[in-house]
């Protein structure tokens, strides 16, 4: 007498697909039809990860010690999902999901992702080997994101930008993108555009600088605008003379929160309803020639995230003297416009 048993696989048609952020916690989906005696099994390319049978449950490989887990109490209502915490890039490929009741054998697979976002991008102007270069740099990102350059108003000559990605014992990178300033047109505004190699970001920061001439005692405006693709919602400004730098004042559109530094207070000021629109512009009163000459820095920003432009050297100061109160042709400062992240 020959018994032939035939095992019934129902498997999922489509992949399941999941993004996890680095370090923190992710759950990995897979729902079955419930019945007796679950046997469950995760693996990762064939390898074994983590089993549940009979109410327990245990890692199977020592790169998932202590970190992964079934929702037990839901296993009864056939969800399977395991619940993976601290990932980093080498959680990342396919995975599959095997469960076997007295039904039969439910099979789904999930293709996971590790990412660690873009949270931080910074521009700045820097003076190296007798010319300037434009520096825009992101930290802590995984995978190596994509960097692009462009100038506005566009430019026929060509952009070469020298990008270097340095990962570190975690895997995340650290990237720099230098850009050599166009000394044949000083109007230009220098665009760098960050995007995550997901797709899932993409963090813009553009910077001109400008000399701006005003008279002393008479008040002036120093103008930040983004370009009108999307609203800002907050606006910070700083200053920097010798070298040193010190924040002007900060306004937020959506908490319509504002603060402004104990030297400032008097003399600076914002038009808060104007920020939403994407414009941030300064307004000095009274300044004065030796106080107020020097690098404003503004930055405009969505989504409450902190983006930074370092301000440069106030590398007009020298021209005005010794003058403090009588008027002057030269309240030179160097407006570094906005930067905001998408995303």
């Known amino acids: 007498l020959i018994t032939s048993l035939t095992e019934i696989i129902h498997q999922s048609a489509i992949d399941a697909h999941v993004t996890c952020v680095f370090l923190e916690e992710c759950v990995l989906p897979c729902s079955f039809q419930t019945d007796r005696d679950e046997v469950i099994r995760w693996l990762k390319q064939e390898v074994p990860v983590h089993s549940f049978q009979r109410g327990g449950e245990w890692s199977e490989h020592e790169q998932y010690a202590g970190r992964t887990s079934l929702f037990t109490h839901l296993v009864s209502r056939g969800n399977a999902s395991l619940h993976l915490r601290g990932c980093g890039p080498r959680d990342r490929g396919r995975y599959k999901c095997h469960v076997r009741t007295s039904a039969g054998v439910h099979e789904a697979h999930v ?6 976002p873009v949270r931080a991008l910074s521009l700045e102007l820097s003076r190296l080997s007798g010319y300037e270069e434009v520096k825009c740099t992101t930290r802590h990102v995984y995978p190596a994101p994509h960097v ?3 100038t506005d108003p566009p430019t026929a000559q060509p952009l070469r930008p020298i990008t270097r990605k340095l990962a570190d014992r975690q895997g995340l990178y650290a990237v720099e993108s230098r850009l050599r300033r166009l000394n044949s047109q000083s109007e230009l505004t220098y665009i760098c555009t960050v995007i995550s190699s997901y797709g899932s970001q993409t963090w813009t920061a553009s910077l001109r600088e400008r000399e701006i001439n005003g008279v002393e005692g ?6 930040c605008h983004a ?6 919602s907050s606006v910070s400004w700083s200053f920097t003379n010798h070298n040193e730098e010190a924040l002007i ?3 937020d559109s959506q908490s319509q929160l504002s603060s402004a530094s104990a030297p400032w207070e008097a003399c600076a000021r914002l038009d808060v309803l104007r920020v939403p629109l994407g414009d941030g512009s300064l307004q000095l009163v009274n300044p004065v020639s030796l106080e107020h000459t020097g690098t404003y820095t503004c930055c405009l920003a969505v989504g409450g995230q902190a983006v930074t432009i370092p301000g440069g050297d106030a590398t007009r100061q ?6 403090a109160l009588k008027p002057f042709e030269d309240l030179r400062t160097h407006a570094k416009s906005f930067q905001s992240p998408e995303g």
């Open 218 to 223: 008479k008040d002036l405006t120093i103008p």
């Open 111 to 116: 293709i996971v992702r590790v990412e660690a």
């Open 249 to 251: 004042l900060t306004y």
């Open 148 to 150: 692009a350059w462009a």
């Open 318 to 323: 020298d021209a005005l003297g010794g003058a």
């Open 227 to 232: 370009p009108p693709y999307q609203p800002k």
